[in-house]
């Protein structure tokens, strides 16, 4: 037997075999550092507890994205007529100014006082929260879209004081 097949047969399988511990050392490793430094998984809180919570009609009922806060405007906010005000820019008297209204068919628009929204809706007043329109000569008042927001509660614990 030559030298290269006494090493081939004999020390390249314990090479091999080194080679295959170290790396399964290192994936362990790995995972049990992940583990170790990962933060703590908390579970979701429950939407509903008593018994049919899953009904449709008693998820509707509820509020799912938090109650409004109070001083909101909770009047319509469409107009019914395929429009929803998204934006205002009231000017320097009272009533004029521009607003953004958002179609469902279509780029939004911006409509100036007096201007004719669709047929037979026309802007009357624009205000800094609200806008007037007429609808065939009845005054009709759309408010401004707002997205409430909720701040989170902080989660973390503060640093610990490190005392000398």
């Given at each position: 037997m030559n030298r290269l097949t006494h090493w081939i047969l004999n020390e390249a399988s314990m090479v091999a075999l080194e080679l295959t511990l170290v790396a399964a050392l290192a994936i362990?490793?790995?995972?049990w550092t992940w583990v170790a430094i990962s933060p703590a998984t908390v579970a979701a809180p429950m939407l509903s507890a008593g018994p049919g919570s899953g009904r449709p009609e008693q998820l509707a009922s509820g509020n799912l994205f938090g109650a409004p806060s109070a001083g909101v405007a909770t009047g319509?906010?469409?107009?019914?007529?395929?429009?929803?005000?998204?934006?205002?820019?009231s000017g320097e008297r009272a009533g004029d100014g521009r607003a953004i209204f958002g179609r469902q068919s279509g780029p939004p628009a911006s409509i100036a006082t007096g201007e004719s929204i669709t047929s037979g809706v026309t802007l009357h007043e624009v205000h800094p929260d609200h806008?007037?329109?007429?609808?065939?000569?009845?005054?009709?008042?759309?408010d401004l879209e707002r997205r409430l927001a909720r701040p989170l509660a902080p989660t973390a614990k503060p640093p610990a004081q490190v005392q000398k």
């Open positions: 362990s490793l790995a995972y319509p906010r469409s107009a019914g007529a395929g429009f929803t005000l998204v934006g205002v820019f806008v007037i329109i007429l609808r065939n000569g009845v005054e009709e008042r759309i």
